[in-house]
């Protein structure tokens, strides 16, 4: 589960993460209507005599499961509660690509409520029940996980604040549950990772476990991106490295690079001093990259120019290429193999139950699938961030 509070994510439980039931909440979930303010101040009109009938919408099936209907209003009650506000930013970018996405999005949720019908009644068969007071627990246990922890308490005023509504959001936690308790009492036993599995893949893919050779380092900026429009940019240069040089004699003197750094850097780590944590090759620009992994541990650069103007570089750690130990790397071996059983064995039970199942899809816009996939929405392309 995600930290940040707008846009709060709720990842759920491994299960019912592959299901494609993780919700999003707060700033974009379970909407309620806003109540319409009443004018009170000017004269109403009067009513007509005959009042014209609004016309009834029809709720059209979209597609039927075993004989139950899954309706046009659910798949749009779905894209309103998890995808509106950001199928509307791209709206504003581009209209064709938000429609394009949207078409998906309609195709991917009525599959996934196909798989919610045919989960749903074998829940019902197994006679699987979840109380309140487990569903706290959950909430309470993720939320304290969150940084800052939260309380339901907490978190229940965060989702009303944002417009949210809670007691829909508990629903679906609660159906996620429901899934999570019906998929581990059939596969729990047969998702079992022995140490000579993890053994056995750590000998086969040893280059995953391989960690090249990596610098940390901390910095001094002085950028020469000129900060006036007018400005002559070979002036802000000159002043620029003059500068720099100025700093790097206080360095030099045994002044503390940290302290210059936060006072001096146009970077935004010099907030931490200048410490721009490890890195590998390949992580910064070249100019940078070359002196940072020349430097022996303590020693600080000359002056190192790039295009973000100049740098002052000290190397405060260098680790050569190595292996990380089969010891280190088994819980992490076991997680992974043991979520790969967990998708295969969950793909494999979603697709014998659509096998069985008597499925048709009325629209033709809504192919059935094998099996329901997460709705991606692609968002406009944007600049990549520039190395430093």
Known sequence: MKS???????????????????????????????????????????????PAAAPKQVDKAIATVNGTDILESQVQRRIDVRYKPTLDRLAQQSPQLAAQQE?????????????????????????????????????TKQLAAQKPPMTVEQYQKVVEAQGGDFTAMKGFLMQSMRYHKLLESKFASALA??????????????????????VRASHILISTKPTDPNADPNQVKVQAKKKAEELL????????????????????????????????????????????????????SDLVETQFGY???????????????????????????????RQEAIANYIQSLRKDAKISFVSAEMPATPEPSQPQIVTAPADANDKK
Do not use: W
């Open 4 to 50: 940040t509070v707008a846009g709060l994510t709720y990842r759920l439980l491994p299960f019912a993460g592959l299901l494609a039931i993780g919700l999003i909440f707060a700033g974009s979930g379970c909407q309620k209507k806003a109540p319409i303010a009443q004018d009170t101040t000017a004269p109403k009109a009067p009513a007509p005599s005959t």
């Open 193 to 214: 990772v022995t140490d000579a599995d993890a053994k056995k893949y750590f000998d086969e893919n040893s280059k995953e476990f391989q960690v090249p050779e990596q």
């Open 249 to 300: 004699k206080k360095v030099k003197d045994g002044e503390d690079f940290a302290a210059l750094a936060k006072d001096n850097s146009s970077c935004p780590s010099a907030a931490q001093g200048g410490d721009l944590g490890s890195f590998g090759r390949g992580q910064m620009v070249k100019p940078f990259e070359d002196v940072a992994f020349a430097l022996k541990v303590g020693q600080t």
């Open 103 to 139: 078409k998906i999005l309609r195709q991917n949720i009525a599959n996934d409520l196909v798989t919610e019908v045919l989960l749903d009644a074998q829940v019902k068969q197994a006679g699987i029940q979840m109380t309140e007071a487990e569903l706290t627990a959950e909430m």
């Open 311 to 341: 740098h002052i570089i000290k190397v405060t750690e260098h680790h050569d290429p190595n292996q990380i130990p089969f010891d280190k790397a088994k819980t992490q071996i076991v997680e992974q193999l043991t979520q790969q059983k």
